[in-house]
């Protein structure tokens, strides 16, 4: 396999050998006999050694390292919660690497069983570290040209009558129909002025200590940008409205925003939407499994929470 290069990040063609070679030719006291490659993200590649250290490589056409690292430098003088430390940087910005954050993923499954003090605790910390992300300066962390932007309502609902809905129309017609219309009244979600986002706040990304069941750290900033507050609260609500509602009662953005939960519901149903679109290809009993629960929230995108 061949390790092609474009713009300083790496398509994915490389394998686990590859990538390790080229860390080893950057920091030739590492010890790469334990390794393992990690391909679950959306925007890297991730070689995991000595299941204690992490280097990130970027795929093409997403934002390098310096601006993720820059980030987080800042955050950590506002933020509590453990993030990637960045301890070893290829020089050329190609990749880098971490200690890994030690936890599991908060996965709903595993939410639904914590003790109810336990979950308001993780949900507190996740808010404050919410508050303290959002509130960073773009202007003193990069000047404003070199920041990417989340993309808008109108783009992701462009992508979805064009791709998605096409997509499934002769597979799931109702749903189709649902959806289309759903993407029509997103297009036109009205957004605040943007902010500093995680970009994608999904459990996967929650860390939790089986131990102790507080929240041990938040991963992939991969995709940091300026965008919708409300984006960073989606993932809450695979947890259900009350954690969603809880997380963004215990949230301080700095001022009022009436309609936070209400986008943030309407970003989830989108988010829900674009795994269905991403996985089209399995078949049509894999997209009616992931259909399943898409259904109900199509049909209640209207939500009013009297207390934002």
């Given at each position: 396999m061949l390790l092609a290069k474009s713009e300083g990040v790496f398509e994915r063609l490389a394998c686990v050998d590859q990538l390790a070679a080229l860390v080893g030719q950057v920091?030739?006291?590492i010890s790469l006999d334990d390794r393992r490659l990690e391909r679950s993200g959306g925007d890297h590649d991730l070689l995991i050694v000595d299941e204690s250290f992490a280097f990130r490589f970027p795929r093409s056409g997403v934002h390098g390292l310096a601006l993720e690292i820059d980030v987080l430098r800042h955050l950590r003088r506002r933020s509590?919660?453990?993030t990637p430390t960045y301890s070893h940087v290829d020089p050329a910005g190609r990749f880098g690497g971490y200690p890994l954050?030690?936890?599991s993923a908060l996965t709903p499954a595993c939410f639904a069983v914590l003790?109810?003090?336990r979950r308001d605790g993780v949900l507190r910390a996740a808010a404050v570290f919410l508050s303290a992300l959002h509130g960073l300066s773009p202007e003193v962390i990069a000047p404003v040209r070199q920041w990417p932007s989340m993309w808008t309502p109108a783009e992701f609902a462009h992508r979805g009558l064009t791709e998605f809905v096409p997509a499934i129309a002769e597979d799931l017609p109702d749903q189709a129909r649902a959806a289309?219309?759903?993407y029509a009244r997103y297009r036109e979600l009205e957004l605040p002025p943007p902010v500093v986002v995680h970009g994608d706040l999904v459990y996967e990304h929650v860390l939790i200590d089986k131990d102790t069941l507080e929240l041990t750290?938040?991963?992939d900033f991969g995709d940091i940008a300026l965008?919708?507050?409300a984006q960073d609260f989606l993932g809450f609500w695979a947890y259900g409205v009350d954690a969603a509602a809880r997380a963004i009662d215990l949230y301080d953005p700095g001022g009022p925003d009436a309609g936070l939960i209400e986008r943030s519901r309407h970003h989830f149903i989108r988010y829900c939407l674009?795994?269905?679109l991403e996985n089209v290809d399995r078949g049509p009993s894999a997209r009616h499994d992931l259909a399943a629960g898409i259904d109900e929230l199509l049909a209640t995108d209207t939500f009013h929470n009297p207390r934002r």
């Open positions: 920091f030739p006291l509590a919660v453990a954050i030690s936890g003790p109810e003090d289309g219309a759903f750290g938040i991963i965008g919708d507050p674009d795994r269905l």
